[in-house]
């Protein structure tokens, strides 16, 4: 590995730091080196605040360095105004001479203006260090801004002979297939993701409230179906504990302050209008939860990125099919007695 491959990994383990806290803007790193050494290193942590070059720079206690030194930045440096200063003024305002990005941001006001204005001043620019892992750092925002649409993740548990639901239930209660560290771990990708979205039916089976209860960190936005407005104002989906946007063809509804209604037409196009809608609201990654017929719609859809398999030790012998797909298994994981596959769709 070379020494700028050493850097940029460093800026990617930084910018995870900031993952489920700084939509809509990508997670960012950055370090600072003199003389083999890093002097400053920083992270993007929340939208509005500081972007990870001005964190690294800050981080420099003998500012007389960066005339001598590189800096090394997971994603091109910034050229416009926004909440905050251009970055790229920022490194030639402090006459930083070498720039090593790992790859350049996709988002319309920068997509290669950044390193344009560096090279313009005289900046030795490195373009496309570790650029894959940087790519993928960022797998939601680029899938938003280059497809137009969230990052989706489909998410289930299954039995060990194929079902995600018994054929009829005694009480309004979940059925658990999966273990608590497992469900656990489903509370984590609940603070990482902006947004996780269920079926009528997982509502007013389940009545869950989609929240992160178990982990610590930002609850995800509920998206729900509703074609025919079953779910009532009792529901923990429509309390006041997070937004909830709520997709029906009925036009009964008019929106609150901690429910969105949205029309939209039930049909064959469906997983394509949810993807439209949720981009409009400029929600950038989505879990799907079901159940299985909504999860369906997007596999049939050819209309998702991940997905999050949990395999129990429990039979139903019968009841609801899991989802049929075919998807490349990327990971497998032990959660004591439970299995996780994730696959990834190359399609």
């Known amino acids: 590995m070379t020494n700028h491959e050493i850097y940029m990994k460093r800026c990617i383990q930084l910018a995870k730091n900031g993952l489920g806290t700084t939509y809509p803007n990508p997670m960012v790193g950055s370090v600072i080196v003199h003389d083999g050494k890093i002097i400053g290193e920083g992270w993007h942590k929340k939208a509005g605040e500081a972007h990870a070059e001005v964190n690294a720079v800050y981080a420099v206690q003998d500012k007389s360095l960066l005339k001598e030194a590189t800096i090394y930045v997971s994603l091109e440096p910034c050229s416009h105004f926004g909440k905050t200063p251009p970055c790229c003024d920022l490194i030639l305002a402090n006459e930083i001479p070498n720039v090593v990005i790992g790859t350049l941001d ?92 269920v079926g009528t039916q997982t509502i007013l089976d389940d009545n869950p409230s989609l929240t992160a209860r178990t982990y610590s960190g930002t609850n995800p936005i509920r998206i ?107 990971q497998r994981f032990d959660i004591k007695d439970d299995q996780l596959n994730i696959f990834r769709n190359y399609d």
Not at 128 to 133: C, K, T, W
Not at 168 to 190: A, D, G, L, M
Not at 226 to 246: E, L, M, Q, R, W
Not at 290 to 311: N, P
């Open 106 to 197: 996709p988002f319309a006001k920068v997509a290669g203006n950044g390193i344009k204005k560096l090279i313009e001043n005289g900046k030795n620019v490195t373009v496309g260090i570790l650029e894959d892992e940087c790519n993928a750092l960022n797998k939601r925002f680029f899938t938003f801004h280059q497809k137009k649409r969230p990052y989706i993740i489909l998410k289930w548990a299954e039995t060990a002979d194929g079902f995600i639901a018994p054929i009829s239930k005694e009480t309004k209660s979940p059925v658990w297939i999966s273990n608590p560290y497992s469900r656990q771990v489903v509370h984590k990708w609940r603070t990482e993701e902006q947004a996780i979205l």
């Open 224 to 330: 729900v179906l509703d074609k025919t407005g079953k779910i009532a104002a009792h529901y923990a989906v429509k309390d006041f504990s997070n937004p909830t946007i709520i997709l029906t063809e009925s036009k009964k509804f008019t929106s609150t302050e901690n429910c969105i209604y949205e029309n939209v037409i039930f049909d064959k196009s469906l997983a394509h209008s949810i993807a439209t809608i949720l981009y409009r609201h400029d929600i950038q990654s989505v879990i799907i939860e079901g159940g299985a017929k909504t999860i369906q719609s997007f596999i049939d859809a050819h209309l998702w990125d991940e997905a999050m398999v949990f395999t129990g030790q429990i039979k139903f012998q019968d009841g609801t099919q899991a989802p049929k797909f075919n998807g490349n298994s990327i």
